[in-house]
């Protein structure tokens, strides 16, 4: 089996806010530095609700993610999630398309860091058009431009025809930059006819991190 996409959607008590983030902070950093098959992990939570939070994981493989889950800060991090999390939801995946810069991604604390994530759902009869106008802007993006981190794109597990986008900007002026780009303003003349709905979130980074070089 091939790389394996993890999304969820979290309800914290925000009483145990500190708590969460540097338990959540350990897991992640020790993760990526210490986890072969573990290549990203993002931390964020929606900037007018930080009570819910969005978790972006990337594994190598089903080898890989059990690794992980064997591990000591992930332990740790179960334990503190079950104090404090009110609710959790899995998005089940299949990674599309995995792209991001060479250099390895590396965010904790206070920063400027743009994540987003954005929701599509396309017509059945038109997803290969989709598909060809949405990649061919992904790895335009994050070739041409310097503020464009990652772009991911999956699918969901229950519905091919409903997409999820993993995106992280190095700041909003990035992504107003990549929204301003020839490439982008063509995938979006490209798909118009395409798409049935979209929903696009704004997240803040807590903590994000990545090996780098993924070109899947």
Known sequence: MGIITRLFRLGRDMAGQERFDKVGEQNLVSSIKGEEGTLAMYATHLPEDPATCYVFEVYAGDEAYNVHAASPQFKAYVQMAGEI??????IALTPELLVEKDEPLLVTGANDVAPR?????????RDKDFREA???????SVE??????VMYAATRADNPNSWAFWEVYANEEAYAAHRDTDHFKAYIDATADCVASKQ??????????SKGSLRQ
């Open 85 to 90: 999390l009110t609710g959790r939801e899995v």
């Open 117 to 125: 994530l954005a929701l599509v759902d396309v017509l059945p009869n």
């Open 144 to 149: 041409q431009e310097p503020g464009v981190l």
């Open 134 to 140: 949405v990649f061919a802007n992904m790895r335009a």
């Open 200 to 209: 696009l979130i704004a997240l803040v980074a807590d903590t994000i991190a």
